[in-house]
């Protein structure tokens, strides 16, 4: 009978233990990071495109068509990424492809994706 009593002690002790113990979060962060221009707040511009602050984070590279008018999409690896914000170190630089409308040409960028 105490063989079963200590048994059960151990089963009870170790279902304590697991639940009050934290598990470990893995702090892989994804290759690769996405964003789009913020074209609902700002306009294009040569200036406002070379912003990292006016990137936002999205899922992916969209249905940008990939031509040199407008900035659209870029992927940046994670080292230039804090949480959901674009670093200045990705360094994106601009051209206009008419007055006050600018397009994406470099950077610390694995891809870029401008559209018309």
């Known amino acids: 009978m105490k063989r079963y009593f200590f048994g059960l002690l151990a089963i009870v002790a170790a279902i304590g233990a697991a639940a009050f ?3 470990k ?3 892989n962060k994804l290759a ?3 964003f789009e221009f913020d074209y609902a707040h700002y306009s294009p511009t040569v200036a406002n495109v070379e912003d990292e602050s006016k990137w936002i984070n999205v899922t992916d590279l969209g249905t940008c068509n990939n031509s040199a008018v407008k900035a659209c999409r ?5 080292t230039y990424v804090s ?3 674009l670093l200045s170190t ?3 630089q601009a051209t206009t ?3 006050n409308v600018a397009y994406v040409t470099s950077g610390n960028i694995v891809t870029i994706r401008n559209k018309n």
């Open 74 to 78: 870029i992927e940046v690896a994670s």
């Open 25 to 27: 979060v893995a702090t």
């Open 97 to 99: 492809s008419s007055p």
């Open 90 to 92: 990705a360094a994106i």
């Open 21 to 23: 113990t934290t598990p």
């Open 32 to 34: 690769d990071s996405y």
């Open 83 to 85: 949480g959901s914000t």
